[in-house]
Each structure stands twice: as C-alpha cells, then as structure tokens.
C-alpha cells in the first residue's frame, strides 16, 4: 500500500470542510447520473475488477454492498463466490465504531438493511478473522491517481484498512466523474493500491506518494 506524504496535506477544521464540500459535490454528480449510465458503468467495472490477477489470486475477500447511487457490486459477489472464495461483508459495530467482518454465502438470504439502511450480513453469518483476508474493495466518494480517497465523513474505512494485513490488496471501483485531480489529505491518511473506473485502471505504485 503506498504511504501518504505531506505533499498538498491539509489539517484540522480546513481539511474537514474541505472533504465536506468534495463529498457534497461529488455525491450530487453521482446522484445525477441516468439509471442505465451507472448501470452499463458498474457493469463495466466490475468485469475489470473480476479479470484482475490479484483478484483471481484472492482466497478470503471482503466486498461492501452497494447503497444510494453507487454501482452495483453483488455481481462482484457472485463471481467471487462461484471461484470458490470465502467471500465476507462488514458489518458496522455501533459500540466500537468499527467495522466487523463477516461471511456472506449467499447475498440474499444473508444480508439486510443494517447501520443507516446500508446492506449488511445478517446476525446467523460467521464472523471473518481480518488477518485472513487478503483482498478488499474499498468504498469511497471521491478518489485521485495518489490513492487517496474521501469516504462518506464516519472514518469506518480509515479504521479498517490499517488492521488488515500488510499484503492485502486494497482496490476501489468508483465511476469516472468520482476521480478528482486532488483529495483533501493529512499526512496519517492511507492510499488504496489501484482504482477502477469504467474507462480506465489507475495502479498506484508503492511509495508513489
């Protein structure tokens, strides 16, 4: 994973409103994109996301499941699961703030609206060690060529990715209009390994940042 620099690093109240009015902006881009747009975008990335060595590698993957206008990744879940992956999901703890891995066999049985109506796996599914876990799709809003990502303002992500192991591949599949030419960043913030769009694929090398 690259490590973040302090190059165009920002902090304390400047930096929270400045993700603030890139999520606000990026979010409404997202909302109005037509249903069959984000529809053929999603399908798009998720073949390229699917055709990825590093993801054909992968024993024990975690995927969020979509919400709002993000594209839909249970096409994700099912290739995943029919090449025989151990496939888990998160689940937010509302007591530790944390988010809490667990195993989804089958998406629909499985999982329900969970922690602010986002998709979650069901109380029956077997929790997953984070040290097995080997690939992870990362949600996010917006996203630059660093890596560096802007979630959705809980920091659930920023928590994560720090505990899980050091090789794991963190990858995010965002739409095209959700990759800015810089994010808000602070020096303690972690870049993800590779973007996905539905036009191109941006690798981040290690120590790129």
Known sequence: MAEPSEAGSI?????????????????RARDALPLEVREQAGRAIVATLVARADFRAAT???????????????????????????????????????????????PTRDVAPGFRGIPEPLAHCPAVALDAIDWVLVPGVAFDTRGYRIGYGGGYYDRLLPMLRGDAQRIAGAFELQVV??????????????????????EVPPGAV
């Open 11 to 27: 902090a304390g109240a400047t930096l929270r409103e400045a993700k603030r009015a890139m999520r606000d902006r990026i979010l």
């Open 181 to 202: 030419e810089q994010v808000p960043s602070a020096p303690h913030d972690l870049a993800v390994d590779a973007i996905v769009t539905e036009r191109r694929t941006m």
């Open 60 to 106: 024990t993957v975690l995927l969020p499941l979509s919400f709002r206008s993000e594209y839909d990744t249970r096409p994700l879940f099912d290739a995943a699961l029919s090449s025989g992956k151990v496939v888990s999901a998160p689940r937010v703890n509302t007591d530790s703030r944390m988010l809490e891995p667990f195993v989804v066999a089958d």
